[in-house]
């Protein structure tokens, strides 16, 4: 029989490091809710004492997630562990994820604490942490860097303070697949009460390796992966979960290992983070990414049209791709719409929310004569952000003509009071965000604006990311409709609403 690979996924956490990926309470506990219905087996919701809204959502989320064990970061401080332990008195399963640094360089530089100092304090937070629950994970931080034999000694103590998992972390992306899991093999080897615990691997893609080094280490003993929905986190990323439980699914040959993960909400997950976060998967993304199952060269259609495995090694259907796209039209009934929706990975926590969303399709059944998957997905994730918006968009007034300067005519409903400004400048989505800035006084700088098409055809909704500056924080913003300008002026909207809403936070990295 072949062991049982758990998949520790850390997109509510790491993946929330990444800049302008914050999310509030309700999108993790959203994105928690497809997690658990996908079989992740550990979900890590946050890191609980970073602020008073990072608590409030690890609590949120151990309170509403019962089939997946639910788990909180902490430095191996008092404190932090105190905050975690508090956060996930409602799970039904929880975990405790306690790290300190163990590289040189961390521990003189960032800690100066001795290496002896390092070992006393891992010990401790370990102890303090069985406290709470018995379930405790320890990371020496920058362990890829980090001296082997110092690794040893401090693991070997974390275990017989009771730490059920070891996780290796590669923190800068720095190791190569063979070293990094000759590591792994050598810690499982040298340290005496390894058998005592689950080691599990932690990579960073600054290299592009995060997957790579991860399936190096499940080939060397590695029985976790901590990973992130579409690979999302700090700098270049983390390791993909979809890439990791395919690759682990469809080389059997090679590992004898498998996940619990049911495949077929992948494509689901990876499209409600995106959303969440905006964060759009690139076409060429493994398993995800709209041509991952595309084939254009007239030698691959003919050999699949023949025999599908001649240049497919995966089922589309297996991640949740549906052949048959083309499921709405403006006749379609309620029950249809919720139906299909369900079909789809989204449920609905409130009869207001369902109502919401299915007017907004009405409205869009009116403009487009097709209705995709891609189009519902986005009509939910719209309606899940207006619920929280304190800026509305009451109306948009638009003339362009060549020649001559765009004019914008913008109103607003600022918590709960309409306001109106004009703006004209060159162009229609620049004089749109000159009007709102003007409007709302507030001091933003746009970093990014992107445009991209949800489906097919001139009809297609639209969809923009923005990215903003406000006191040195990155926010990102994301709007949708059939009017690209419209969609702009709701993305823009949607990351000033972030703004407002905004709690300071500390992320620690591992």
């Not at 079989?39 to 309170?63: K, L, T, Y």
């Not at 395919?246 to 499209?271: G, K, P």
């Not at 599908?308 to 403006?330: C, F, P, Q, S």
């Given at each position: 029989?072949?062991?049982?690979?758990?998949?520790?996924?850390?997109?509510?956490?790491?993946?929330?490091?990444?800049?302008?990926?914050?999310?509030?309470?309700?999108?993790?506990?959203?994105?928690?809710?497809?997690?658990?219905?996908?079989?992740?087996?550990?979900?890590?919701?946050?890191?609980?004492?970073?602020?008073?809204?990072?608590?409030?959502?690890?609590?949120?989320?151990?309170?509403?997630?019962?089939?997946?064990?639910?788990?909180?970061?902490?430095?191996?401080?008092?404190?932090?562990?105190?905050?975690?332990?508090?956060?996930?008195?409602?799970?039904?399963?929880?975990?405790?994820?306690?790290?300190?640094?163990?590289?040189?360089?961390?521990?003189?530089?960032?800690?100066?604490?001795?290496?002896?100092?390092?070992?006393?304090?891992?010990?401790?937070?370990?102890?303090?942490?069985?406290?709470?629950?018995?379930?405790?994970?320890?990371?020496?931080?920058?362990?890829?860097?980090?001296?082997?034999?110092?690794?040893?000694?401090?693991?070997?103590?974390?275990?017989?303070?009771?730490?059920?998992?070891?996780?290796?972390?590669?923190?800068?992306?720095?190791?190569?697949?063979?070293?990094?899991?000759?590591t792994i093999k050598s810690l499982i080897e040298r340290i005496p009460n390894s058998d005592k615990a689950v080691f599990s691997a932690h990579c960073h893609n600054d290299l592009g390796l995060a997957v790579a080094n991860s399936l190096s280490a499940v080939l060397n003993g590695a029985r976790q992966v901590e990973c992130t929905?579409?690979?999302?986190?700090?700098?270049?990323?983390?390791?993909?979960?979809?890439?990791?439980?395919?690759?682990?699914?469809?080389?059997?040959?090679?590992?004898?290992?498998?996940?619990?993960?049911?495949?077929?909400?992948?494509?689901?997950?990876?499209?409600?983070?995106?959303?969440?976060?905006?964060?759009?998967?690139?076409?060429?993304?493994?398993?995800?990414?709209?041509?991952?199952?595309?084939?254009?060269?007239?030698?691959?259609?003919?050999?699949?049209?023949?025999?599908?495995?001649?240049?497919?090694?995966?089922?589309?259907?297996?991640?949740?791709?549906?052949?048959?796209?083309?499921?709405?039209?403006?006749?379609?009934?309620?029950?249809?719409?919720?139906?299909?929706?369900?079909?789809?990975?989204?449920?609905?926590?409130?009869?207001?929310?369902?109502?919401?969303?299915?007017?907004?399709?009405?409205?869009?059944?009116?403009?487009?004569?097709?209705?995709?998957?891609?189009?519902?997905?986005?009509?939910?994730?719209?309606?899940?952000?207006?619920?929280?918006?304190?800026?509305?968009?009451?109306?948009?007034?638009?003339?362009?003509?060549?020649?001559?300067?765009?004019?914008?005519?913008?109103?607003?409903?600022?918590?709960?009071?309409?306001?109106?400004?004009?703006?004209?400048?060159?162009?229609?989505?620049?004089?749109?965000?000159?009007?709102?800035?003007?409007?709302?006084?507030?001091?933003?700088?746009?970093?990014?604006?992107?445009?991209?098409?949800?489906?097919?055809?001139?009809?297609?909704?639209?969809?923009?990311?923005?990215?903003?500056?406000?006191?040195?924080?990155?926010?990102?913003?994301?709007?949708?409709?059939?009017?690209?300008?419209?969609?702009?002026?709701?993305?823009?909207?949607?990351?000033?609403?972030?703004?407002?809403?905004?709690?300071?936070?500390?992320?620690?990295?591992?």
């Amino acid at each position: 029989m072949s062991d049982k690979l758990i998949i520790f996924d850390t997109t509510l956490r790491d993946g929330e490091q990444s800049p302008g990926a914050s999310m509030t309470k309700d999108e993790k506990v959203r994105i928690a809710k497809v997690l658990e219905k996908m079989r992740v087996d550990v979900i890590e919701a946050g890191f609980a004492i970073a602020s008073p809204g990072d608590f409030e959502a690890v609590q949120a989320v151990a309170n509403t997630v019962k089939d997946s064990t639910i788990c909180s970061l902490a430095r191996a401080l008092d404190k932090d562990i105190d905050r975690a332990g508090e956060a996930l008195k409602g799970a039904n399963s929880a975990r405790i994820h306690t790290f300190i640094a163990t590289s040189d360089i961390h521990m003189k530089m960032k800690l100066q604490m001795t290496p002896d100092q390092v070992v006393e304090q891992a010990v401790r937070a370990v102890k303090r942490a069985k406290k709470y629950t018995d379930d405790v994970e320890f990371s020496p931080e920058d362990a890829g860097r980090s001296d082997e034999d110092f690794l040893c000694r401090v693991i070997e103590k974390a275990i017989n303070a009771g730490a059920t998992t070891i996780n290796i972390p590669d923190t800068v992306g720095y190791n190569i697949p063979h070293q990094f899991g000759a590591t792994i093999k050598s810690l499982i080897e040298r340290i005496p009460n390894s058998d005592k615990a689950v080691f599990s691997a932690h990579c960073h893609n600054d290299l592009g390796l995060a997957v790579a080094n991860s399936l190096s280490a499940v080939l060397n003993g590695a029985r976790q992966v901590e990973c992130t929905i579409n690979g999302l986190g700090e700098r270049a990323g983390n390791t993909a979960l979809e890439e990791i439980v395919m690759a682990v699914r469809t080389r059997q040959d090679e590992f004898n290992c498998d996940t619990n993960i049911d495949a077929t909400h992948i494509l689901s997950a990876s499209r409600l983070v995106s959303s969440v976060t905006g964060f759009i998967v690139q076409p060429n993304k493994a398993i995800v990414g709209a041509n991952a199952f595309a084939h254009e060269a007239g030698i691959h259609q003919d050999g699949v049209l023949k025999h599908r495995e001649t240049y497919e090694i995966m089922r589309a259907e297996d991640v949740g791709w549906n052949a048959n796209k083309l499921v709405m039209g403006k006749h379609s009934g309620r029950n249809a719409f919720k139906a299909r929706l369900v079909e789809l990975g989204v449920e609905f926590d409130s009869e207001e929310n369902l109502n919401d969303a299915f007017r907004r399709f009405k409205e869009l059944a009116d403009k487009k004569h097709e209705i995709f998957d891609e189009d519902l997905q986005a009509l939910v994730s719209e309606t899940h952000v207006v619920q929280s918006e304190h800026i509305k968009l009451v109306s948009l007034k638009v003339t362009c003509e060549t020649g001559e300067k765009n004019q914008a005519t913008v109103v607003l409903s600022v918590d709960g009071t309409e306001k109106s400004m004009t703006a004209e400048t060159s162009g229609s989505v620049d004089a749109t965000f000159r009007a709102i800035n003007k409007l709302l006084d507030m001091q933003v700088n746009l970093q990014l604006y992107s445009v991209s098409n949800v489906t097919q055809g001139t009809d297609s909704l639209g969809e923009v990311n923005v990215r903003l500056e406000h006191n040195g924080r990155i926010i990102n913003g994301q709007g949708a409709d059939t009017d690209i300008v419209i969609a702009s002026a709701k993305a823009y909207l949607h990351a000033l609403n972030k703004v407002l809403a905004d709690t300071d936070r500390a992320h620690p990295q591992i």
